[in-house]
């Protein structure tokens, strides 16, 4: 099933309470008072990639780091990427632009500070750079980012570009705002673009590449739209996961709706098994790894 191209495997740390889908009924103010389990979750993780030699990229919400310092050292020492997830979780179109380029600096410099390194990379939380927010990217190269991982090119309630490219590119300034090319030249404005990949079937982007989708779908279904995207167009592929996925006994959130209890809650227990599956059927390394060997 293995085809000769390796993917890019990315995990945003995160805890149960903090997604998008639960922003009503869990305010940042209340977090503290919550039973934490990211910490475990993360570990447990880490311990089946090293079982089987695979890197991936971390993308870390500084909220999270700021309280598990270890866990993020723990990251770093056994050769994964660390990347930024903001502060909080925090969709784009909820904040001024002020207030999201105090929480991308914070992020970064926290991250920054505790493995002694540069953070090169960032993922907005719910992938929530859109059409409307593409005013981030400027931020994001302001404060010293060198790829973005936040665009995902279908429609979602939370976020979503129908029409940006299926894989990596550039977003540049252009006079009629940002937009996606192939290859930017040097006196533009711009940062690398490594969108979530989708299956193109017919005229419309489907979700294949994780999170609820992973846990949704039969896994012959994903094990066949990630095989088609490496072997037919010769792409690799964003795979993303939280940590969360794979804790079916983490506390149950009151007050969640009907539709965003199904999203997050859907075959948790599943999930686990699935990831070593895919860890057998495909090649992955971090992203930096993979924008390495492009250079």
Not at 109 to 127: C, K
Not at 258 to 284: I, Q
């Amino acid at each position: 099933m293995s085809s000769s191209i390796t993917n890019y495997l990315t995990i945003d740390v995160e805890d149960y309470f903090h997604v998008s889908a639960f922003e009503k009924i869990s305010p940042p103010e209340t977090w503290g008072g919550r039973e934490c389990r990211v910490e475990k979750n993360t570990e447990l993780i880490l311990n089946i990639l090293d079982e089987y030699n695979v890197k991936a990229t971390f993308f870390i919400l500084g909220w999270v780091a700021e309280r598990y310092p270890q866990l993020i050292k723990k990251i770093a020492e056994q050769g994964h990427e660390i990347a930024s997830h903001g502060y909080l979780h925090q969709r784009v179109a909820l904040q001024d632009r002020e207030t999201y380029r105090a929480d991308i600096r914070r992020g970064k410099g926290l991250l920054e500070d505790q493995i002694g390194t540069a953070v090169l990379g960032y993922r907005a939380p719910s992938y929530s750079i859109t059409r409307e927010t593409s005013w981030a990217f400027e931020e994001l190269l302001e404060a010293g980012f060198q790829y973005d991982s936040s665009i995902f090119p279908m429609k979602h309630d939370f976020y979503g570009i129908p029409d940006w490219p299926r894989f990596a590119g550039y977003a540049v300034e252009t006079d009629n705002g940002w937009s996606s090319m192939e290859v930017a030249a040097e006196e533009q404005k711009s940062i690398r673009e490594l969108p979530i990949t989708t299956l193109r079937l017919g005229s419309k982007n489907l979700p294949i590449a994780g999170g609820g989708y992973f846990r949704l779908l039969p896994y012959s279904v994903t094990r066949w739209g990630l095989s088609r995207i490496n072997q037919q167009e010769q792409q690799p592929f964003v795979f993303y996961l939280h940590p969360w996925e794979f804790d079916p006994q983490q506390p149950r959130m009151i007050g969640a709706s009907a539709k965003s209890r199904f999203r997050h809650y859907l075959n948790l227990g599943k999930t686990e098994s699935r990831f070593r599956k895919l860890l057998s059927d495909f090649k992955f390394y971090s992203i930096r790894q993979g924008l390495d060997s492009v250079k």
